[in-house]
């Protein structure tokens, strides 16, 4: 299995902060990496699919890069509806595998 | 604008059957388009169940493969969920999604969840 190892855990941040996640795979996963937001009582929304393209809809504070096992998301300009926690993910080979998630904190 | 909802029971008795169905909406099940299974349980992280195709293939997660039977019923543009021997761990928010291996779009559309608790 290829897993997805995601940094930090957890970080605080302020409203108008640059916020970067990183997100490592065991093995190459090519460009096969997404990112999703999740907010408490609510499913996963995409944010960015295949490692740097904004899903639409999605505010273009958000971006994605990367490709091989190393990749990054990054929210400029956090804003207050960004704390949240997020999630990255490869659909490159079975079983499909999520990171653990990183949680953004208001600061 | 496709949409997704999960229904089934929210309570299962241990040793017990968990079986679900997804619900596809606002287009069909039959495009060139996986549909996946996804749970959380509850405080934790995301774990992919399995995913199918319109054609009946299927992947599962070797994690849970000798227990998960995923279908597909065109008819009703629905797909569902079989999950055997079913324990405590086995509780979880499970989500249904269009998406799969090798899809550029990742998971795009996703059901609200329904909350499965496995109890006594």
């Known amino acids: 299995d290829i897993q997805m190892t995601q940094s930090p855990s957890s970080l605080s941040a302020s409203v108008g902060d640059r916020v970067t996640i990183t997100c490592r795979a065991s093995?190459?996963?090519?460009?096969?990496l997404n990112w999703y937001q999740q907010i408490p009582g609510k499913a996963p929304e995409l944010l960015i699919y295949a490692a740097s393209n904004l899903q639409s809809g999605v505010p273009s504070r958000f971006s994605g890069s990367g490709s091989g096992t190393d990749f990054t998301l990054t929210i400029s300009n956090l804003q207050p509806e960004d704390f949240a926690t997020y999630y990255c993910q490869q659909n490159y080979v079975i079983p499909l595998k999520f990171g653990g998630g990183t949680t953004v904190e208001n600061k | 604008q496709v949409q997704l909802q999960e229904s089934g029971p929210g309570l299962v008795k241990p040793s017990g059957i968990l079986s679900l169905t997804c619900a596809v909406s606002?287009?069909?099940?039959?495009?060139?388009?996986?549909w996946s299974w996804v749970r959380q349980p509850p405080g934790k992280g995301l774990e992919w169940i399995g995913e199918i195709y319109h054609s009946g293939s299927t992947d599962y997660n070797p994690s849970l493969n000798s227990r998960v039977t995923m279908s597909v019923d065109r008819s009703k543009n629905q797909f569902s969920l079989r999950l055997n021997s079913v324990t405590a761990a086995d509780t979880a928010v499970y989500y249904c999604?269009?998406?799969?291996?090798?899809?550029?779009?990742?998971?795009?559309?996703w059901g609200q969840g329904t909350l499965v608790t496995v109890s006594s």
């Open positions: 606002g287009g069909s099940i039959s495009t060139s388009d996986w």
């Open positions: 093995q190459s996963i090519s460009y096969y």
């Open positions: 999604a269009r998406g799969g291996r090798g899809e550029l779009h990742g998971f795009d559309y």
